[in-house]
């Protein structure tokens, strides 16, 4: 019962997209690989937002996030997190506690990439999940 009261918290949370741009890539199976988020490119503006309240719990090059480039991660509760990647810069630091659409940095492209975009996942206890069904 403790999984879909987890569950049932991230769904009764509204996010919102960190970025305004195409999704370029999906979460699930890519290129003979699986990809553990979604690419937001073809951008309108480099600016990154928060797509939810929380706290900021890790911010640049982080270890065992490698090609992920400059990262911001934030801690939303109930185990979950979300991580915004290949930032070309971040405005954020550890400890930072965030309102939903507070500015975390700009859109970019360090770390393993092909060009400037976001690449934004959800985790739960660690764990890669689908954030599209949370979406609006």
């Avoid at 195409?22 to 797509?51: C, E, K, M, Q």
């Avoid at 630091?93 to 770390?111: F, K």
Wanted: aromatic letters at 12%.
């Amino acid at each position: 019962m403790q999984g879909v009261r987890a569950v049932r918290v991230v769904k009764e949370t509204q996010f919102i997209w960190p970025a305004y741009g195409v999704v370029t890539s999906v979460y699930g199976p890519r290129w003979g690989a699986f990809h553990p988020g979604v690419d937001i490119g073809n951008l309108r503006t480099l600016a990154v937002r928060s797509a939810a309240a929380g706290r900021v719990v890790g911010v640049g090059y982080i270890a065992g996030y490698e090609g992920y480039g400059n990262t911001v991660i934030v801690d939303i509760g109930n185990g979950y997190q979300l991580l915004y990647a290949h930032l070309s810069r971040f405005t954020v630091e550890v400890g930072d506690d965030l309102a939903q659409g507070a500015p975390i940095g700009s859109a970019g492209c360090t770390g393993h990439c092909y060009g400037t975009h976001l690449h934004f996942e959800l985790r739960k206890n660690g764990r890669w999940a689908d954030i599209t069904p949370f979406l609006p």
